[in-house]
Every structure is written in C-alpha cells, then in structure tokens.
C-alpha cells in the first residue's frame, strides 16, 4: 500500500505541470479577446466509480479537465478512427484493470456509471479519499474547497 505522502507525490507530478497551464492561462480574466471554449457539462462527480465503454477497467475520478487538456502527443498517439472529440470532459482516474493500478485520462463519451458497488483497488485512493459508499467515495476533508 502506497502511504499518502507518496499519493500525493503521485497526483503532484501528474496534475502539478497542468496547474501551472491553468495559472498562466488565466493570468488575465478580463481578457475578452480570447476566445472561451463552450460550456461542457460533466455527468459524472469526483468520487464516482465509473468503468470505460471500449476497454476493461474502471475507476474512480479524482480530477475532471471541462475540456482536453493534455497534450497532442498524448492526442495523436490515438488512432484517428478512435480519437474522442476535444471538446467535452475529460476525466483522470485512479484505474485498475486485472493486472494494474495506473492513472487514466478519459473522455466523457467512453465512460458509463460503474454499477458492480465494488470499491476500486488502487493505492492511491487512501491519500485522496475516506470512505466507500453507495458506489461513491468521500472526499478526504483537506482536499475539499
């Protein structure tokens, strides 16, 4: 089991370079010359269990980006055929599968509602979550806003 020292080392390295995007981006909100994406609704929370649509694994989210926000590098190495639109939620998982815990970064349209009530098995869940219940977990109090 992963201590939650090094969970949260985990998830800095993960989100700390997209936080630092966010910050420079939005270094002047009255900029009205900039363009904003549409309105992208998320169905699904932080905490939900949630499974993907094509492969075996499922999840629960832990951080929800309104629109794609990880590289073209990232983008591209999709075949064309598969590739998720841009513009609609993208989520990041702590996932597992029958051989891995990782983190995945998801679209909206390639996840459904995980409806087995099974906790997901995955050691970085103690440094973010408390408890498991009714296909959800809490969020642990420190990371709420």
Same mark, same amino acid.
């Not at 499974?51 to 999840?59: I, M, N, T």
């Not at 906790?119 to 109090?141: E, K, M, N, S, T």
């Given at each position: ?12 390295? +993960?989100? $700390?370079? @997209? ?7 939005? /270094?002047?909100?009255?900029?009205? $010359? ?5 309105? /992208? ?6 905490? &939900?269990?949630?499974? +993907? @649509? ?14 794609? /926000? ?5 983008? &591209?190495?999709?075949?064309?055929? /598969? ?7 993208? *989520? +990041? ?11 995945? *970064? ?10 087995? &009530? ?7 869940? $103690? $440094? ?13 109090? &420190?990371?709420?806003?």
């Amino acid at each position: 089991m992963v201590s939650g020292l090094a969970s949260a080392s985990l998830l800095q390295s +993960h989100i $700390g370079p @997209r936080l630092f995007r966010m910050k420079a981006l939005s /270094a002047n909100p009255l900029d009205l $010359g900039t363009p904003l994406p549409p309105v /992208a609704h998320a169905r699904f929370a932080i905490g &939900e269990v949630v499974r +993907h @649509r094509q492969f075996d694994f499922r999840g629960v989210v832990f951080d929800i980006d309104p629109v794609f /926000a990880n590289s073209d590098e990232w983008y &591209e190495s999709i075949p064309a055929d /598969a590739r998720p639109r841009k513009d609609q939620p993208f *989520y +990041h998982l702590l996932a597992e599968n029958a051989e891995a815990s990782y983190v995945a *970064y998801v679209s909206q349209q390639n996840l459904i509602a995980d409806d087995s &009530e099974e906790p997901v098995d995955h050691p970085a869940i $103690g $440094g973010l979550f408390d408890d498991y219940a009714d296909g959800r977990y809490r969020l642990r109090r &420190e990371h709420r806003h």
